[in-house]
């Protein structure tokens, strides 16, 4: 070896040797320094949030002429979040795949405050359908303010009992590329406008349930996707991440993708999932969901509550697993629908005072088309 080989090398050695301190020096203070920042830190900064709010509050956007276009609008949060804005005298571009019930749901905005509505065919997961309905909705109305990326599918089925794992996909599809396509094409007319995303994610995106393994995946790549886009855009588009609970809907009637890849319609398997957990009314859902967007609130949890999982999951998330699959899953020489959750459901009869009377005897032949 010569000169300049054997430097090179103590050079590279030594730099290793260096690295390797910096980074014993780090993992061994930084984290006592972080939390005692954000002790510091912590009550100034809640203290400046709640200030914040109550000026968004005082000072909410009117949204009264502005365009709004909302995915997975014929039924459940999607259709509630029109009748929101209707109310408020928005006009509304309305997409889902079932052209019937869009209509009606056009019909009945109509008859609660919206000044026009268009109703737009599409399928969120095909890159061209959502090109086309963002192009329909600027050639209609010339520009748009708020964007709500709504649709969703939910596969419900232990991910090693799956015989074919790509019947999954859909769920990855519609809950994540769904929303990235809409946003991507929307993106230039938002900027225009300054408008607003409007984000329905869930807080499953943090919460380790069985039996939903894949579209809990989906859910947090849509919360990961939208704080990454909030960075990158800065202040030009508002986003407004929500991450509801129990919302009534189609889902929690119990209409899942099987692991066969069908819709299904199951509401044992619902009850297995739910048990007494409350399931908050669409109606009343949708209203706040609306009222944050309006404040431009980043993040939305509804019901409220739900948000403290959060933190349990963050500082005891051995604790929530553990919870989980003790409610949700049954011993190994047990039915599925053998599981605590529903057991506890049952023996309480709490169903009738925590399930509102839509999804307690859920009929889905006519708007499950």
């Not at 509630?80 to 571009?93: D, E, N, V």
């Not at 737009?120 to 748009?144: K, M, N, P």
């Not at 499953?204 to 849509?222: D, H």
């Not at 990961?224 to 800065?234: A, N, Q, V």
């Amino acid at each position: 070896m010569d000169i300049i080989s054997v430097a090179t090398f103590i050079f590279l050695f030594f730099a290793g040797r260096a690295v390797d301190l910096i980074h014993t020096f780090l993992n061994s203070t930084l984290p006592p320094v972080a939390i005692g920042a954000l002790l510091f830190i912590l009550p100034p900064y809640l203290f400046l949030k709640l200030l914040l709010f109550a000026f968004r509050s005082a000072f909410s956007e009117d949204v009264a002429g502005k365009v709004v276009l909302i995915t997975g609008a014929s039924s459940g949060v999607g259709e509630h979040l029109a009748y929101s804005y209707a109310k408020r005298g928005a006009c509304l571009a309305l997409v889902a795949r079932r052209e019937n019930r869009l209509r009606d749901v056009a019909d009945m905005a109509y008859q609660l405050g919206s000044p026009d509505v268009v109703v737009i065919q599409g399928d969120v997961s095909r890159a061209e359908d959502c090109e086309r309905f963002i192009d329909r909705t600027i050639d209609h109305f010339g520009r748009l303010d708020h964007l709500v990326t709504n649709a969703g599918i939910a596969p419900m089925c232990m991910f090693e009992d799956c015989p074919d794992v790509t019947k999954l996909c859909p769920a990855m599809d519609v809950n994540f590329w769904g929303s990235v396509y809409s946003s991507y094409f929307a993106l230039p007319y938002l900027k225009r406008s300054r408008g607003k995303i409007v984000a329905i994610a869930s807080a499953a995106g943090w919460l380790p349930a069985p039996r939903m393994s894949v579209y809990n995946a989906s859910k947090a790549a849509v919360i990961s996707f939208y704080e990454t886009l909030r960075t990158e855009l800065g202040s030009e588009i508002t986003i407004t991440i929500v991450t509801p609970g129990l919302i009534e809907s189609e889902m929690t009637r119990g209409k899942f993708l099987s692991k066969e890849g069908r819709m299904v319609l199951d509401p044992q398997m619902r009850d297995v999932q739910v048990g007494v957990m409350p399931i908050r009314s669409v109606e009343a859902a949708a209203e706040e969901i609306v009222k944050g967007a309006c404040r431009g609130d980043n993040y939305l949890t509804e019901p409220a509550w739900v948000k403290s999982t959060f933190y349990w999951k963050v500082f005891c998330p051995e604790v929530i697993e553990w919870c989980n699959r003790l409610l949700l899953v049954a011993g190994t020489q047990s039915s599925e629908r053998n599981a605590l959750n529903l057991r506890i459901l049952e023996l309480t009869g709490l169903k009738r005072l925590v399930y509102p009377p839509s999804v307690q005897f859920p009929d889905l032949a006519e708007r499950s088309r």
